[in-house]
């Protein structure tokens, strides 16, 4: 299956190298596209936000981000092949555009962090083209920052703004650059940047990333509770199928 539906939301089959390779081509061609990285938060929100679910359904593709929705595709049993999380996707996109050409702009994060994580970017990725940074803290539609974007005309935007802000934010940018990429990113900026630590490799084969932002950063204990919530709702998805 190209596409497995966990909770009402459609994510797409496919390994990285997959990904990747459809995302080439597309680039290649000048094709825009919409990417979404969902985990099991986004899933329960847009579950709750019909609007939001809409503008998912606009997305050419939606990630397995979180390793709960990867369980959760288990559970209902039509399981995906891998987790594809946004993060190391970004970094295979960036490669690219070093490769290839392309031009990239990061808008996100708090005043400073893209600045921050598109030095990081060109240090690490030799040739890279960062045409453009802006934080995150602007009213969406604003024309100035539509302006800024429209004139840097990069082929690769990444939006670092957390759901749902950053895809009503591609959403109504798309038409602006209908041949770009955009890819939102929520907090990837503060760890390409070195702010954030990401989790040891450790703990990422282990699929307990979560766990180690909950360690660094005691205050997501809150937004925790979603899980059980999702969990119960994949079973009760279950026992209907």
């Given at each position: 299956m190209s596409r497995v539906e966990v909770l009402g939301m459609g994510f797409d089959n496919f390994t990285?190298?997959?990904?990747?390779?459809?995302?080439?081509?597309?680039?290649?061609?000048?094709?825009?596209?919409?990417?979404?990285?969902?985990?099991p938060e986004i899933v329960m929100y847009a579950r709750e936000h019909p609007d939001y679910q809409q503008l998912v359904d606009e997305a050419?593709?939606?990630?397995?981000?979180?390793?709960g929705v990867v369980k959760g595709a288990q559970m209902l049993g039509t399981p995906l092949k891998e987790r594809v999380t946004g993060y190391d996707l970004m970094e295979n996109l960036l490669q690219l555009a070093a490769?290839?050409?392309?031009?990239?702009?990061?808008?996100?994060?708090?005043?400073g962090i893209a600045e921050k994580a598109a030095a990081k970017a060109q240090a690490r990725f030799t040739g890279l083209q960062i045409v453009?940074?802006?934080?995150?803290?602007?009213?969406?539609?604003?024309?100035g920052v539509t302006r800024a974007l429209v004139a840097a005309k990069p082929d690769i935007v990444f939006a670092a703004m957390g759901y749902p802000r950053q895809e009503q934010f591609i959403s109504g940018m798309r038409r602006h650059l209908p041949d770009a990429l955009f890819m939102g990113v929520g907090g990837s900026f503060d760890v390409l940047s070195g702010t954030v630590k990401r989790a040891p490799q450790v703990f990422q084969k282990a699929h307990l990333e979560w766990f180690y932002?909950?360690?660094?950063?005691?205050?997501?204990a809150k937004?925790?509770?979603?899980?059980?919530?999702?969990?119960?709702?994949?079973?009760?998805e279950a026992k209907k199928r």
């Open positions: 990285m190298g997959e990904f990747m390779g459809r995302l080439k081509k597309r680039l290649a061609n000048e094709q825009g596209t919409f990417i979404v990285t969902a985990n050419d593709f939606v990630t397995a981000d979180g390793i490769d290839d050409g392309y031009r990239v702009f990061f808008i996100g994060a708090k005043p453009g940074t802006h934080d995150g803290y602007f009213p969406l539609g604003d024309a932002r909950l360690l660094k950063e005691p205050t997501r937004r925790m509770l979603v899980l059980p919530r999702y969990l119960n709702a994949v079973r009760r």
